[in-house]
């Protein structure tokens, strides 16, 4: 893999985490987000006066103590964009730099939940972005093409077709309503071809799906 001649971003040990689920943010994607909830307008302010990173994780089920559980793996993202609207609700985009493990969840008095983060899994996630295969982005096209005419939807492919590969992938896995244990096997995937193949297959069998309650109907 090709790296940039740059040194990778630094990201905190500890990080807050916002436990969203079905949302999904990937190592150079953009995730827009809403900020209402009292703990976590705190969690924003208290990133921004400090490095201005927060963890995106999926909670799935519950813990003992009435808490969701959390997956092992999300992505660290930092805020790129900050605005304040009306009623002190926060309007962010984070940028996505690395995905992390979960080594440990802290005791915290903060009103948001902090977590020490491992990133040595995903050291390919801070370096230069890397091709696909020309085959598995020819796929992928194709695959996404019936997925969208099977559902009527319409989109720009003059846009889709100028896309570099890693902004291609990323689009598609966060855009497609996939369930959450979908979502979260996309963002465990290690390689960029690995992930074009997983969305390809989710693609798939979404249509096989869909095709299987038509002819019910």
């Known amino acids: 893999m090709e790296t ?3 040194q990778p971003e630094t990201l905190p040990g500890v990080i807050p985490v916002f436990p969203l689920p079905g949302a999904l943010l990937l190592p150079r994607a953009h995730l827009p987000l809403h900020i ?14 400090g490095d201005k990173v927060i963890g995106m994780i999926q909670p799935h089920g519950m813990q003992d103590d009435g808490r969701p559980a959390l997956y ?6 930092k805020i790129d ?7 002190g609700r926060l309007l962010i985009v984070l940028r996505g730099v690395s995905r992390f493990r979960v080594a440990e969840e802290l005791s915290v008095t903060t009103p948001y939940r902090q977590v020490k983060a491992d990133y040595t899994s995903f050291a390919y996630d801070r370096m230069s972005a ?3 295969p020309s085959e598995v982005r020819t796929q992928l096209l194709t695959q996404l093409e019936h997925y969208l005419q099977a559902r009527t939807l319409k989109a720009d492919w003059e846009a889709i077709h100028g896309a570099d590969d890693e902004m291609l992938v990323n689009a598609v896995c966060m855009l497609c309503p996939f369930d959450d ?8 995937t290690v390689s960029l071809a ?3 193949e997983a969305v390809i297959l989710l ?3 979404a249509d096989e799906a869909l095709g299987s309650t038509d002819k019910r109907h």
């Open 36 to 49: 209402f909830e009292p703990r976590y307008l705190a969690m924003v302010r208290d990133a921004m006066k």
């Open 194 to 196: 690995e992930r074009a």
């Open 4 to 6: 940039s001649g740059e």
């Open 203 to 205: 693609m798939r069998f």
């Open 81 to 87: 964009r900050f605005e304040e609207i009306e009623g």
């Open 181 to 188: 244990a979908e979502k979260q096997a996309l963002v465990e």
């Open 72 to 77: 092992s793996v999300g992505c660290a993202g």
């Open 130 to 132: 890397v091709q696909l």
